[in-house]
Each structure stands twice: as structure tokens, then as C-alpha cells.
């Protein structure tokens, strides 16, 4: 938010330079992004008096015109301004002066000129008199301005400017309003901390609240409807209002925190917002259809057209404003065309009220419309400055635009705000600054700022009455963070020795797994990834695959309401994608070997029993891809294509460290069209992940030149199911040994070994203790279509095992194999 340091001074006279001013703002939690100057001191410009005028001798729209500058005899200046007359003190820039004018091209953008001696149409031209545009006090160009008749010949316009409360020099001090800090969203809130750091008087605006009631009562009512929304509504009515242009000092404030003035009336309301931090509206009174305003929700979708010209589409429950008939105003955010000031106004309603922030927030985000006045609302204004500020600007139209108070005001207030006491301990002060401050310095900081301090047991602790503009101080903490940001970070010293928690911070166990399984992918040649999380709506729907992790919930993608492009418009259901995109930037750049993972969140409009919020679920998943030569080509190897199961060894690596228990690989017919090859991972029964091919269509269009392998595991899953076993405990060696036995079995070519696997384990029992394969022939002296499968059988026990039993074990496993497979024992 901009802030006008001239516009600051009128509130406290800080006498700090520019600089110092925006460093102490910085230091004391207001951080500033940028300071603009603005306007030129306008060196050469001065007050004129036109002494006579004539037509030019070759140019029907131009005026001679001699102009008495004060000092030497008059000059002749050529105008092209119809109003230009003689008798008239005008604005002079003299001849070597440089002023600022709208381009030619562009007029919202001032170009520097110089002001020279020249002949116009042959007519010596010695000066230039000058609009209000082209001296920056306004956009109005269309003729010369006219100075008051007893400005003095001669003078400094910028002299004659500050006699009348304006300046030609300004500063715009841009701050980032942290959302804890509303009171910081207006002039009088960074005046009231620059009082503070410094010491000089803070100055507020004198206003005259009358009573509720009076003569505006008989006017109009207020009548609210939803008082958890709205806490209080004031109306104050001025009468016989004069539309017409702002003064040029208000324009000034006004474009020096970037707002177009508009006009008096519009003007006013928005000046007393960013004076007071309340927002205001003004309604054309002769169009309402009724002296009743009313404050409701709408029930069901209605339309609306608010300010800007656009029919818009309110949600049920949008808090409005409505007069007798129709509604006038969406409540916090804008309001509407039907009761807009315009030039015809005579009649002025000002709205000031409190509504509940997190409303305005839903409503502003509903309809993708963020105001001025929303902004402030969202953050929470102050409850009891209702009054004020609409008598703040009443006054001020009485004055600038010749309207009528209405007597008296109406106040609908159904909620009374009831001010936060907070117990301030001396000694946790100093426990928590380390640094020991006095009562009495602690009393006036916070006083200065509009807490209400007493002190209590002899000094040691303090009651504090938080100032209704500061929602954000709740608790003890926060009294001393103001403390702390009043007395100065940079005077806090530096502790000598401080000290250090006696035990180290423990790694949950999901973290532990991750770090674990990150150490071994990098160890075994993977690269980590970090792709962005938003991906275009059309991408995004490709990969809500039921194959993959994410979408095997269901459900549809997640668009945001306000992308910053349509390429990043939504959520990733998947991590492939992003990393897809890496495996192409880096193939196109010569890789011909890419071993990549990545962990990240994947997110889907979906209701499951893994939902933190209603109807969305959003799950931690790992993406580890291979493409390429799985090893360079050297003078005793050949480069080999890497394979699924290649992938599929790293996963049983990764698994088999996190003490995943139970894994099944378990092929599966791909049914999409973005995989060719699929194979299921299950743990306990439960699916975990999927390792698989890209199908060739979607790694053509992907801009990829090599088939693609990737595992993808829902993480999240993976981590709940592996936590009970990944701490490991202490298992003494086996004193007896090991039997072990070897069996070959031929079955068809194209059976499956993992699931024969599965069958050798159920059927060797609890003696066998571990089964691996270490031959596979296809070939001569074997049927076509058969293979043979060979397998390692390790068995043993706490106790010596005998043959005997070890082959009654190894016969029940082949008659398992023989059942299940038709599979026949090679001899």
C-alpha cells in the first residue's frame, strides 16, 4: 500500500528525511518496498499576468498573447488555449524551465520538456502557459489554468501552490502490509507508529459525532438482517451536494497513492479510507427505492451489476445491501450501478459499517473481486470507527462539494465491540528480549500507540487494554512483540551465551523414511527433481489415470480460481507429467542415460477416507523414471537399453529398505492409453504404486527419444504401511545351519514368476527362509513354448534341521507348482 509522506505530516511533524523515514518503518515491522518521488519543484515556473491578447496572423486556433512575468519587461507568448483572456494570472513556464507533460503517445505516461525560445508560425513564442496537466496537478488539459486574481506576479508557482495547501514534491512510500497489521492500511496507522518510534504528537482529525437520531432518523432506517455479519451499520445523509471536480490538493493525495480522481464526492470517501482505514460508500439518496436500508443475505445464485458496468453472478448467501426493493450494493465489496453518484446527484447517502472479515473474504474470492475496500474488510477495520469516518466525510462535502448535514445519524449496531485485556508480566518481557526494558518505558510505548496500560503488583505486571483497530494482538506474546518492534530489534544486544536444548530433534518417521529412500536412489545414480506443481487443464486430465496413484481415487482435477496463465491453471494428479518434461529437456540435450525421482503432494477433487478437507484428497507420492542406456558402452561392455525390470529391482530396493511388508508385483493389462507395459505393487493387499512403460503415443508427444519406464508410489500410503516396522531390533545369528536346495521347473512361457513365488512361500512354511531365482532358460531340448525357472530354496530353524524333512518340504512345494502351474520337475 502507498502511502504519501506529505500526506503523513499533516499528522505528525517527524522531521525524519525520506530515507530515515522509510528505514524506520522497515525496522519497526512496516517493511517498505519502494520509495517514488513524485512531482518536480518546477524550477522557472511562475505566476504570469496576461496584459493582452491577440489572433495570430496565420493561425485561426492560436493566440499572441504578452505576458508581464514580474521582472523585465513582458514577453510574447503563443497559445493555443480557447480560454486564454487578458487580465488573467496564469501559470508561466519561462524560457531554460523543464516540465513534465503527457506523451503524445501514451498519456498516461509524462515525458520531460524543455522550454526554449522559439517562432510558432512564424510569431516569437518566449514561454509557455500552462494547463494543470502539463504542471501534473491534474488530467485536465483542454484549456489554461486560471490563477486566483490576487496571486502575485512573479512568484514561484510552486510558492504559490504551497499557500494554497498543495506541493509540487511528494514522496510515495510503498509498504507490504503484513495481514496481521490492518491498522497499517491508512495514513493515521503508520502516523500513529511514527509517533511512537519518535516522540513527536500525533494529530487526529478533529470530528463532530452527534448523537444517533435527529432529523436523519426521520430520513431513512437501517435494518439488519444478519448481525454475525454485520456488527454495525451507520448512515449519515448530506443534502444538496455540487458535483463537480476535486480541489487540486486532493487530487494530489490521491494520485500520489496511485487513485484517479474521479469526482468531489467519490473522491472524499476514498480519501477518508486511506485517512482512517474505513472504507466508505456514497449512494445516490433520490434513487433508492425506498428510505429503508437493509442488510441480507441473498437466498440462492441471483444476479447483480455492480459499479464497473458487469453483470455478475452472487452465490447463495452473499452478504448485500438493499434498499426497499432490489439490492444496491454487494456488502464489503462494491457497489452497485443502480445507486451510483453520478453528475445528476443532489443527495448523498454515506455507508460506514463493520462487516465480519472472513464473509468479505469468501465473497471477494467467490466472485474473483478484490477492492479497496474488501482488502481492508478481509483484515478487520476498526469496530468502533463507524461514526467518524462517515462524519469525516460529511464535513468534508460540506465544504468541498456546498452540501447539507443532515442532523443526527442512524446507527444500527447489534454487535457492541468489547475491548481485549491481556496480562503483561515484567519478568516474561525480559525472559523473552533479553534485555530489561522499564515499566515506565513500557507504559509509554504501548500508550503511544493506544493501549490502555495499569499497572499492577508494585510494577511486576501490567493490565493492557488492546486498541479495537489491532485484531491481531490476543495474547501475551503479542504485547511483547509490540514492545519489541517499538523499542527497536536493532537495540536488542546480542546474548553472550545462550542456551541449547538438551536433547536433538527428532525425525518423524515418515521423514525418516524419505531421507532413507532419497539416500539410496541417490546412490544408486537417480537425480533429485523439483517440477511445479500446476500443469494446464488439458495435461492434468491426461494423467488422472486410474493406473496411476492419484487417480485411482477418482474424481476430477482441481482448477485455481485466479491462474497466474493457462498453463499453469491446475492441480497435478500425478508427478509424471513435470518430470516428463525434464526427461525431455535433458534427452534433447545429449543424456542418454536418465535416472531421475521425485517426491512431491498430488491432488484430486475426490471425497475419500484420506480427506483433511470436504470433497478433496491430497496424497505425498515418489516418481522414479529410467530411460535410455542403462549403462555407457565401454572397450570390454556394449551399452544395453534399460528395461522395466531394471525399474523394477530399484523398486524392490527401495521397498525392501523401508521394511515394506508383504510386497506383491502383480501384472496388470493396461486398459488406458498411457501406459503399454503395467505392473501393480501391493503391500498387505493393499495397492501402493505401479510400475510402467509410457505408452508410445503419449513419449511421441512428449517430445521423447526413448521408451520410458517410471514407478510411482503413493508415498503417503507406503509410510503408514511401513512405520511399524522400520525400527529395527537386535536378532541374534542362528547357531544351526542352513539347508539349502535348488529345483527347475518347466512351465509355460507365459507364466508369471513372481506369483510361483508366492506359491513356494506359502507352501515351503515357516522352515523356508528365503527363495530367489537364479536361472531362466528358453531354448533347445525344451518345448517351444515352455520355460524353465530355476530357484534357490534356503530352509532353516532354531534347531538342526534333517533331511528327511527338508525333502518332504521341497516335495510339497513342487506338487504346489505342479497344481497351480502344470509345472514339471527338471531332473
Known sequence: MKISVNWLSDYVDHGLS?????????????????VEKIGSPLEGVVVGHVLETGAHPKADR???????????DPVSIVCGAPNVAPGQKVCVATVGSTISVPSRDNPSERVPVKIKKTKIRGEVSQGMICAEAEVGLSDENTGIMVLDENAAVGQAFAEYLSKKGAAMVDHAIDIAITPNRPDA?????????????????????TVDVPEAGGEAADAFSVHVEAPDACHRYVGVLVKDVAIGESPSWLQQRLRAIGLRSRNNVVDITNYVMYEFGQPLHAFDFDLLAGPEITVRRTRGTTKFTTLDGLERDLPDGTLMIADGERDIAIAGVMGGENSEVTESTRNVLIESAYFEPSGIRRTAKALQLQTDASYRFERGV???????????????????????????????????????????????????????????RITRLLSAIGFEVESEDGGNTFSCSVPPYRPDVEREIDVIEEIARLYGFDNIPEPVRSSVPNHPVQMTTDRKLREQTRDLLVGLGYRETCTNSMLKKE?????LDEALPGGRFG???????????????TLRPSLLPGVLVVVSYNQNRGRNSIRFFEFGRVHVRVHTEHSIVANYTERECLIVVLSGDRSDSGW????????????????????????LPEVRFEPVKARSGLVDQQIAILSAGERVGVLGRLATAVAESGDLRAPLYFLELDWSTVCDLAAPHFFRTYEPFSRHPVVERDIAVLVDRSTPVGPMMDVIRSAGGLLLSSIKVFDLYEGERIDANSKSVAFALTFGADRTLRDAEVDKRVATIVEALEKEYDAQLRE
Open 18 to 34: 525520506v530515507d530515515d523515514l522509510a528505514e524506520r518503518l522497515t525496522m519497526c515491522g512496516l517493511e517498505v518496498e519502494d
Open 62 to 72: 492560436l493566440t499572441v498573447c504578452r505576458v508581464d512575468l514580474g521582472s523585465g
Open 185 to 205: 492500511a491508512c495514513h493515521l496507522g503508520v502516523a500513529r507508529d511514527i509517533s511512537a518510534l519518535t516522540g513527536a504528537p500525533f494529530s487526529v482529525p
Open 382 to 440: 476498526d469496530p468502533t470507527g463507524q461514526a467518524r469516518a462517515a462524519m469525516r466525510a460529511a464535513e468534508m462535502m460540506e465544504k468541498l462539494a456546498s452540501g447539507r448535514i443532515v442532523d443526527g445519524l442512524v446507527d444500527a449496531h447489534p454487535i457492541v465491540h468489547s475491548p481485549t485485556v491481556i496480562r503483561l508480566r515484567k519478568s516474561r518481557v525480559k525472559a523473552v528480549l533479553g534485555v530489561k526494558i522499564s515499566g515506565d
Open 539 to 543: 495435461t492434468a486430465q491426461t494423467f
Open 555 to 569: 474424481g476430477e482435477v482441481i482448477e485455481t480460481l485466479n491462474p497466474i496463465s493457462q498453463e499453469m491453471s
Open 636 to 659: 570390454d561392455t556394449r551399452a544395453r537399453s534399460t528395461d522395466i525390470f531394471d525399474l523394477k529391482g530399484v523398486a524392490e530396493n527401495v521397498l525392501e529398505a523401508i521394511r
